[in-house]
Nanobody
């Protein structure tokens, strides 16, 4: 059973940066997909970025390309989301998620079986 715990959210001004961290515990495989999703009030949960644990695949949502970077530290079982040039529309609860199916990167939330509790990111304009 995997457990995911996010940290690093907070309040930042537009144009600023934040780094989110996700600590994964339990069994992990090089085929696992680790992803970040976000959900703003009144909106559906949306895909942000994901990477295969072995780092052979990476995918970003168009809305964050060039601004966000997903990375990981296999030794620490951690995945990071570096967010730069933040905009007010990036305000949301950010969730770490894991897909252990061994397939390609999915942008659909129901493909991910494991979820963290979420961390709030608020960008003031």
């Amino acid at each position: 059973q995997k457990q995911l715990v996010e940290s690093g959210g907070g309040l930042v001004q537009a144009g600023g940066s934040l780094r989110l961290s996700c600590t994964a515990s339990g069994y992990t495989s090089s085929r696992d997909i680790m992803g970040w999703f976000r959900q703003a009030p009144g909106k559906e949960r949306e895909f942000v970025a994901a990477t295969r644990y072995s780092f052979s695949l990476i995918r970003y949502a168009d809305s964050v390309k060039g601004r966000f970077t997903i990375s990981k530290d296999n030794a620490k079982n951690m995945v990071y989301l570096q967010m730069n040039s933040l905009k007010a529309e990036d305000t949301a609860v950010y969730y770490c998620a894991a897909d252990s199916s061994g397939g390609t990167i999915s942008t659909v939330s129901h493909s991910y079986s494991y979820w963290g509790q979420g961390t709030q990111v608020t960008v003031s304009s």
